[in-house]
């Protein structure tokens, strides 16, 4: 079974507004990962937070951890339409760095 | 630079026809996986390699095979296919080094009636 779950399912804003997207996971973690999907395409690594990582930053992206709630969230600041997509957050544990996926949040940005 | 590379990238079978699906990456990394995706769900780990040789299973490995004779190959086979494995197939690479991401490839979409 899936070890992420991610909320919501599916979030629509306006350009230029914030997007908010939550993971919880169910076991302890070596790191957790962002991944972005455009339709009809692979993931594309955004982010990576080490389990004893709190918060990261990469340009417009905010990520935080929560090992203690077992949750992480991704702020997507000044949204534009090119980050119409799906997101994805994938928790590793052990050796071989496995990802176990959340199901994804579509986020849809409107002009 | 490639990354990684999937053939092919469409496939239709019928019901207990077999196939191979090939990954390729020229990142020489020493892991390797593939996972499938069905319609509004995550990725789910199929297989995955440590390794050249080396092969183990993922959460769902029924129904299929893998193969990692050459470091930068690791081939899928489905040996009888069944409608339930109609989905998107991706591969993925990794170096073996902590805490480094995975580099995917553009998938699979594969449709067995």
């Known amino acids: 079974s899936q070890q992420g779950e991610e909320d919501p399912q599916a979030l629509s804003i306006q350009e230029g507004e914030n997007a908010t997207m939550n993971c919880s996971y169910k076991?302890?973690?070596?790191?957790l990962q962002w991944y972005r999907q455009n339709s009809g395409r692979g993931l594309v690594h955004l982010i990576l937070?080490?389990?004893?990582?709190r918060e990261k930053h990469s340009g417009r992206l905010r990520v935080t951890l929560d090992t203690s709630k077992k949750s992480s969230s991704l702020l997507i600041t000044a949204s534009r339409a090119a980050d119409t997509a799906s997101y994805f957050c994938a928790t590793s544990k052990g050796g071989a760095q496995k990802l176990v996926f959340g199901q994804g949040t579509r986020l849809t940005i409107n002009p | 630079n490639a990354g990684v590379t999937q053939t092919p990238k469409f496939r239709v079978l019928k019901t207990g026809q077999s196939m191979t699906l090939l990954c390729a990456q020229d990142m020489n990394h020493e892991y390797m996986y593939w996972y499938r995706q069905d319609p509004g769900m995550g990725l789910r780990l199929i297989h995955y390699?440590?390794?050249?040789?080396?092969?183990a299973k993922g959460e769902v490995p029924d129904g299929y095979n893998v193969s990692r004779l050459k470091k930068q190959n690791f081939l899928l086979g489905l040996e009888s296919a069944a409608p339930s494995q109609t989905s998107v197939y991706f591969c993925a690479s990794s170096s073996r080094d902590t805490d480094q991401p995975q580099h995917f490839g553009d998938g699979t979409r594969l449709s067995i009636l």
């Open positions: 076991t302890s973690i070596n790191n």
């Open positions: 937070i080490r389990s004893n990582e």
């Open positions: 390699s440590v390794g050249e040789g080396t092969t």
